[in-house]
Nanobody
Framework: QIQLVESGGGLVRAGESLRLSCVGSRDTFQYFTMGWFRQAPGKEREFVAG????????TYADSAKGRFTISRDDGKKTLYLQMDRLNVDDTAVYYCAASILLDVKMTLGEYSYWGQGTQVTVSS
């Protein structure tokens, strides 16, 4: 079991950047494949990016490719999401999640542990 706490959200203007962080509660963080999801008002939660345990292979949603970068520092038990060139469509609550699977999955059900979320608001 692991607890996850996100931070780094806020209010920014279109074109600006933010870096989200997600800290795990235990050293077992390194044994989880990790993902970022987001949920905009009135919409379903959707996959944004993921990174595998061990070899750090990354997967991105089409909306994130070329703008967002996911990374992890297992020594710090921390997952990151660097978000550049933000636009209003990126406004959402962003969640990190942990999966015991080896590969990144884009479906919510494959993730066992979730953080409480951090709000990202992008103004035009």
């Amino acid at each position: 079991q692991i607890q996850l706490v996100e931070s780094g959200g806020g209010l920014v203007r279109a074109g600006e950047s933010l870096r989200l962080s997600c800290v795990g509660s235990r050293d077992t963080f390194q044994y989880f494949t990790m993902g970022w999801f987001r949920q905009a008002p009135g919409k379903e939660r959707e996959f944004v990016a993921g990174i595998t345990k061990r070899d750090g292979r990354t997967t991105y949603a089409d909306s994130a490719k070329g703008r967002f970068t996911i990374s992890r520092d297992d020594g710090k038990k921390t997952l990151y999401l660097q978000m550049d060139r933000l636009n209003v469509d990126d406004t959402a609550v962003y969640y990190c999640a942990a999966s015991i699977l080896l590969d990144v999955k884009m479906t919510l059900g494959e993730y066992s542990y979730w953080g409480q979320g951090t709000q990202v608001t992008v103004s035009s």
